[in-house]
């Protein structure tokens, strides 16, 4: 008899650890409290830009082997696009200096060396200086660890720490930030190909994935929300998902929980998750960018932090974004639109824009907040932890969620055979 794998949540853990389970032979059954895939990682129809928008400008790097695969799983990883090398050009607005780090295509930081392809005016001794970033432990803080000022980390390491820990990098995790060196500068270009959804995130990382799934006989309900689990013996024994609705489990039947934090407490009571989190701001602007235009701009000195150039939209993403949730929406879009003009270089009054501001984007990448990310394995036995807060050893990535999805679909393929 086959068993069943049930998965709560269909964000972008869930729907890997589906696909992963559904391969290796179990009945998948994908269960989503909202009504649309794919969590913080979605696409969707905007009306007062009259296009289709992501809720958020996620970069993946050719390193991200995880991801990667999944795409690879669901046949859309040709969706995900980028120029051939390893090149990011940056600008300073308030200077209106621009230069270009070319990291290459090597599997060596050898970037570093060549004057002309690492940051102007640094040396090879201020890259030195990150290595203890390389070894230090998660519950050290980066400004404990390494500089924190000059120009390397104001045009190269301040940027890039901020993408990837949403919080400002003093304050990070050393161990979350040696991560990601470790996994892209120090990895050589060949890891840190910047790769896009051009077509947009549902339509390369989330749709093709409830299709995978639809195709070969597995389902996935959306507005099908999970109240509370019943367990015996230190077993799940049935999902309750109110009323009489009430699912059953097999002995062999497992389930993997990949919803939010405060979600997953409410279900698991006792469960220890992170508590703090921030925000992430996005923005959109109809408007065709100029020939030649880097698919991804980093812009310094400004407001806005990455300028992303899709057809028809320009895009920004600010992290760490609280001290702007509350701003009043024109006034912000102004300001970020004035950024993006000189950061760009194209002019003209505000465009058709939308705002996007994810209040809890991601759990706050600090010692003592990733200190309570869980790991996979619960109390009950049958029961699987997925999601970007969890403990992966990364900080709230997308490399990190498919991770953790593969990570708790391994987990239960090990209790299968054991």
Known sequence: MQNTAHIIGAGISGLSAAVRLANAGFKVAVHEATHQAGGRCRSYFDGATNLTIDNGNHLLLSGN???????????????????????????????GQRWQIDLGDGRWPTWVLDEGRRVPDTGLSDYLKLAPLIWASEETLVGKSIPTEGILYQRLVQPLLLAALNVDPPEGSAGLAGAIVRETLLAGGQACRPLIARDGLSAVLIE?????LQERGHTVQLGHELRSFVS???????????GEDLIQLGAGDVVVMAVPPRAAAS?????????????IVNAHFRFEPPPGSAPILGVIGGIVEWLFAFPNRLSVTISNGDRLVDMPREELAQAIWNDVCEAGGVSGELPPWQIVRERRATFAATPAQNALRPGPVTALKNLFLAGDWTATGLPATIEGSVRSGDRAADLVLAAKGS
Do not use: C, M, W
């Open 65 to 95: 082997s995880h991801a990667r695969a999944y795409a690879r799983a669901i046949g859309t990883e040709a969706g995900l696009v980028g120029p051939e090398r390893a090149q990011f050009p940056f600008v300073d607005i308030k200077t």
């Open 232 to 242: 015996t013996d230190g077993k799940v024994t049935a999902l309750n998902f109110g």
């Open 267 to 279: 279900l698991l009571p006792g469960l220890k998750t992170p508590t703090e989190f921030r925000a």
């Open 208 to 212: 093709p994935a409830v299709t995978f």
